[in-house]
C-alpha cells in the first residue's frame, strides 16, 4: 500500500473518531418546538401558552417543568420582560413534585432570578441553601430596556452555577447542592415570554 494511501486512511479514521467523541451528548438541543408546550409538563398552572415561535408566562403559581432532568449543563435561551416589575424565574435541579400550598413552587429547587428589577440574577434556594456573587456592574452594562430580548445562560456544573446575560458573566455560586434535577419556568407576576430555550448536557465534565 502507498504512503499517501495509508495517510489517507488515517486521516479518515481520525476524523470518524473525532466525529464520534463530539457526538457524546454535548450538542444543544431545543426544549421549545416554537408551537406547543410539548415537552414541558405544567404544575398547578394554566398560564403558559405558546405561539409564534413563543413561549409566554402570564403571572400565577405553580411551574412549568421540563420532561427531562439534568445534573451538568448549559441552558440557553432569549427572554423579555412586557410589563414593568413584571417577575419570573429560571428554576434548575428542581425536584418532580410541588409544595401543596400555593404557590406551589417545586419542593427543592434552584431559582434563578428572571425579573425587571436590581434583582436580576439572583439564585434563590426552594428548599435548599443558597449563595452566590453577583458583578453588579456587568449586569447594568448588559440589561436591556422592558420590551427588548436579552440573551440569558445558566451554566450548571457539579456545585457551582455561572448565569451571564448577554454574554457577560453576572452571577457566580459554589452552593448548588442539590445533585439533579428538571428545569423548570415560573411566571410569578407580570408576563414574559421566551425563546429559543436550548439546552447541553455536560456529560464528560
Same mark, same amino acid.
Given at each position: 500500500?502507498?504512503?499517501?494511501?495509508?495517510?489517507? /486512511?488515517? /486521516?479518515?479514521?481520525? *476524523?470518524?473518531?473525532?466525529?464520534? *467523541?463530539?457526538?457524546?451528548?454535548?450538542?444543544? /438541543?431545543?426544549?421549545?418546538?416554537g408551537k406547543t408546550l410539548s415537552g414541558w409538563t405544567p404544575m398547578?398552572?394554566?398560564?403558559?401558552?405558546?405561539?409564534?415561535?413563543?413561549?409566554?408566562?402570564?403571572?400565577?403559581?405553580?411551574?412549568?417543568?421540563?420532561?427531562?432532568?439534568?445534573?451538568?449543563?448549559?441552558?440557553?435561551?432569549?427572554?423579555?420582560?412586557? +410589563?414593568?416589575?413584571?417577575?419570573?424565574?429560571?428554576?434548575?435541579?428542581?425536584?418532580?413534585?410541588?409544595?401543596?400550598?400555593?404557590?406551589?413552587?417545586?419542593? +427543592? *429547587?434552584?431559582?434563578?432570578?428572571? /425579573?425587571?428589577?436590581?434583582?436580576?440574577?439572583?439564585?434563590?434556594?426552594?428548599?435548599?441553601?443558597?449563595?452566590?456573587?453577583?458583578?453588579?456592574?456587568?449586569?447594568?452594562?448588559?440589561? +436591556?430596556?422592558?420590551?427588548?430580548?436579552?440573551?440569558?445562560?445558566?451554566?450548571?456544573?457539579?456545585?457551582?452555577?455561572?448565569?451571564?446575560?448577554?454574554?457577560?458573566?453576572?452571577?457566580?455560586?459554589?452552593?448548588?447542592?442539590?445533585?439533579?434535577?428538571?428545569?423548570?419556568?415560573?411566571?410569578?407576576?407580570?408576563?414574559?415570554?421566551?425563546?429559543?430555550?436550548?439546552i447541553r448536557e455536560l456529560k464528560n465534565k
Open positions: 500500500m502507498k504512503t499517501r494511501t495509508r495517510l489517507c /486512511i488515517w /486521516i479518515a479514521g481520525l *476524523a470518524a473518531t473525532l466525529a464520534s *467523541a463530539g457526538s457524546s451528548g454535548d450538542e444543544f /438541543i431545543s426544549l421549545f418546538d398547578h398552572t394554566d398560564r403558559f401558552s405558546a405561539r409564534d415561535g413563543v413561549l409566554r408566562a402570564d403571572g400565577g403559581s405553580g411551574w412549568l417543568r421540563s420532561a427531562k432532568s439534568y445534573k451538568n449543563f448549559e441552558f440557553q435561551a432569549e427572554y423579555r420582560a412586557l +410589563k414593568k416589575g413584571a417577575d419570573s424565574g429560571l428554576l434548575f435541579r428542581c425536584s418532580g413534585d410541588s409544595t401543596p400550598k400555593p404557590p406551589h413552587w417545586p419542593s +427543592k *429547587a434552584y431559582q434563578l432570578q428572571v /425579573i425587571d428589577a436590581d434583582s436580576l440574577l439572583m439564585i434563590f434556594g426552594h428548599g435548599a441553601l443558597s449563595h452566590f456573587e453577583r458583578d453588579v456592574a456587568a449586569l447594568q452594562t448588559a440589561r +436591556k430596556p422592558v420590551g427588548e430580548w436579552q440573551t440569558i445562560t445558566l451554566k450548571v456544573v457539579g456545585n457551582r452555577a455561572e448565569a451571564a446575560l448577554g454574554g457577560k458573566r453576572v452571577t457566580v455560586s459554589d452552593s448548588i447542592h442539590l445533585d439533579e434535577g428538571y428545569i423548570g419556568l415560573q411566571g410569578e407576576n407580570g408576563s414574559f415570554e421566551w425563546r429559543n430555550l436550548k
